[in-house]
């Protein structure tokens, strides 16, 4: 059974996603601190990819992601 209290969570403030992992810089304005998965968001925004395609390209991350450490 995993044990995340007191894991220095942080708030995502675009998605609202209370996460662990390291934060993703947010390329608005470079200094706002968000989770990655919003950080792989906004790169493939910048690169043209549609919310919906962006959407199912996390899934496939999250997919192949080792999240038991
Ligand atoms: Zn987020």
């Known amino acids: 059974m995993k044990n995340i209290i007191n894991f220095h969570t942080r708030k995502c403030p675009f998605c609202g996603r209370t996460y662990a ?13 968000i989770c990655p998965d919003c950080g ?18 996390l899934q496939t991350l999250h997919r192949y992601q080792n999240t038991d450490d």
């Open 40 to 57: 792989v968001r906004e790169a493939l925004a910048s690169i043209g990819i549609k919310s919906d395609e962006q959407e199912q390209i």
């Open 21 to 33: 992992e390291h934060p993703a810089l947010s390329r608005r304005d470079n200094k706002t601190e």
